[in-house]
């Protein structure tokens, strides 16, 4: 980095009053857009690096469990209904498409594409969480929601129970952590709305969108694991 | 580094804009297409009893789904190799993590009820 640096840094050098009538959106820092695209995408991977590890630490410890007891994880995952799982699977790739569509109309300066992307991006992300919470809501009705309102009792094999109910636990928690980012996102895609709309971005200043999209993409290759290991799981294995 | 993708400058280019490759809008389609694929043929593959197997698999497609996106819609495909280090190094300590935690308490008979 240190050599990019200098050559800058050389180049500036000839015109020192460059930085007079610098891009509105380029902070005093960072010696040209470039450069301050590169350090926050770099920055945001190193978030991501921090939240690849807090979800990795769910599944792993859904894995542990699982192992202790693969019948109950079988059963539990029989439960759920895969169709809807596979609907709602589907409904947020294609949210992370428009996001990635989002991206490109901020590239090319194409502000009414990019602004009608982020919203369907939004609609999208809407429909997946209402989805959710009709799922929610049928399992707390089945009394599947862990703790003092469990009073499910598994039919077919009564000693699964616990376990369903310890599945359960992994169930909410993951999905519900998943869906709390996904709030967070909708907090970021009504402020970039704003932002794509007003005409903040374009073909030389698109990083926040580009953000937003790194963002928005792992959270939807969170759901691209849990999707097969709470819905999916086979009575056989 | 991305600086070196950089074309000349015009007069009125204060600084340099981010260098971006011009993403396709074929790649994300083609990408998107490949996703759907793949989410019907893990659904597929559920279905049917693979014995041991069906975990495997499933995690197998899930990990060549988010490859996928991390790839083109993540654009790490263009990225500087600095990202690049930042990105392996932590699934790096992912496995790491796993692989310590499991040799633990996937070698040894646990039960709590």
Known sequence: ?237 | MAQSHHTTDHSDHVGHAPAHHEASLTAYFVVFFALMVFTVLTVAASRVNLGVWNTPLALAIAVTKAVMVILWFMHVIHSPRMTWIVIISSFLWLGVMFVLIFSDYLTRAFNIF
Do not use: C
Request: net charge negative; hydrophobic share 50%.
């Open chain 1, 1 to 237: 980095m240190s050599d990019v640096t200098l050559h800058h840094g050389a180049e500036h050098a000839a015109e020192p009053h460059a930085h007079a009538h610098h891009h509105p959106f380029l902070q005093h820092h960072f010696e040209d857009l470039g450069q301050q695209h590169e350090a926050s995408t770099l920055g945001m991977w190193m978030f991501l690096a921090t939240e690849i590890l807090f979800f990795g630490g769910f599944f792993l410890a859904y894995t542990v469990y699982r192992n202790m007891y693969p019948e109950a994880w079988a059963a539990g995952a029989h439960h759920q209904n895969w169709m809807v799982g596979t609907i709602n699977t589907i409904v947020l790739i294609g949210s992370s498409l428009s996001m990635a569509l989002a991206v490109y109309g901020a590239q090319t300066a194409k502000r009414k594409f990019t602004t009608l992307m982020l919203v369907l991006t939004l609609l999208l992300g809407g429909v997946f969480l209402g989805v959710k919470a009709y799922e929610y809501s049928i399992h707390i009705e089945e009394g599947l929601f862990p703790g003092s309102h469990f009073t499910y009792v598994h039919h077919a094999d009564p000693s699964l129970t616990r376990g369903i109910e310890l599945f359960m636990v992994f169930y909410f928690g993951m999905t519900g952590m998943h869906a709390l980012h996904m709030v967070i996102g909708f907090g970021l895609l009504l402020y970039f709305i704003r932002r794509a709309w007003r005409g903040d971005f374009g073909e030389e200043y698109y990083s926040p969108i580009e953000i937003m999209g790194l963002y928005w993409h792992f959270v939807d290759i969170v759901w691209i694991f849990l999707f097969p290991l709470l819905y999916l799981i086979h009575g056989g294995a």
